[in-house]
């Protein structure tokens, strides 16, 4: 059974940074194309970021580019998202998110429960 | 960016209607190589992350009811719930994967009358 657990998040005053990570089980981990998407409370579904398999290529949304790295740990079947100079506008649940496809498709097909990121002072 | 745009933003049916859902993209997303439509449909139930129901326009994802259908082609997509159960009460999204970024649409909400 395909498992994504999220954990990192929490509240954090404006400015500050969070690391969030994605523990994936139940699927070949290094094999998949990964990606964060995030939603703001009560609201749509933004996507954040993508990483190819080996974790040499990655994609951001214009939003989050050059404040978040997105990461992987293939040995340790754990993706990551570091957060910095967060912005109040950044408050949402990250998910993280397998890819449908061995190819990068940009359709996600497992979503994890989520962690709640809130900026805030 | 592409947007998405669905309609309506929330609709009530009673159990065993017919629920039909809208996307609208602002640039085709079919793919004139392969004959693809870079579309998906997902499910969120309240509390829970969302679930892929259909991919590639009208492929439905393992494990997916049948009663769930999506068509269309270019900008204009559906989703058919043909026969509303209670489990289906969730909000829907549409989403392209044409090109990057990935967007969704905003939403729409279904009920039971």
């Known amino acids: 059974e395909v498992q994504l657990v999220e954990s990192g998040g929490g509240l954090v005053q404006p400015g500050g940074s969070l690391r969030l990570s994605c523990a994936a089980s139940?699927?070949?981990?290094?094999?998949?194309?990964m990606h964060w998407v995030r939603q703001a409370p009560g609201k749509g579904l933004m996507w954040v970021s993508r990483?190819?398999?080996?974790?040499?290529?990655?994609t951001y949304a214009d939003s989050v580019r050059g404040r978040f790295t997105i990461s992987r740990d293939n040995a340790k079947n754990t993706l990551h998202l570091q957060m910095t100079s967060l912005r109040d506008e950044d408050t949402a649940v990250y998910y993280c998110?397998?890819?449908?496809?061995?190819?990068?498709?940009?359709?996600?097909?497992?979503w994890g429960q989520g962690t709640l990121v809130t900026v805030s002072s | 960016d592409i947007v998405m745009t669905q309609s309506p933003d929330s609709l009530a049916v009673s159990l065993g209607e017919r629920a039909t859902i809208n996307c609208k993209s602002s640039?085709?997303?079919?793919?004139?190589?392969?004959?693809?439509?870079?579309l998906a449909w997902y499910q969120q139930k309240p509390g829970q992350p969302p679930k892929l129901l259909i991919y590639?326009?009208?492929t439905r994802e393992s494990g997916v009811p049948d009663r769930f259908s999506g068509s269309g082609s270019g900008t204009d997509f559906t989703l058919t719930i043909s026969s509303l159960q209670a489990e289906d009460v969730a909000v829907y999204y549409c989403?392209?994967?044409?090109?990057?970024?990935?967007?969704f649409g905003g939403g729409t909400k279904v009920e039971i009358k």
């Open positions: 998110v397998r890819d449908l496809g061995l190819v990068a498709t940009d359709c996600f097909d497992y």
């Open positions: 139940g699927f070949t981990f290094s094999s998949y194309w």
């Open positions: 990483i190819n398999s080996d974790g040499r290529s990655f």
């Open positions: 640039q085709s997303v079919l793919y004139n190589s392969n004959k693809k439509n870079y």
């Open positions: 590639w326009a009208s």
């Open positions: 989403q392209h994967y044409y090109s990057t970024p990935p967007t």
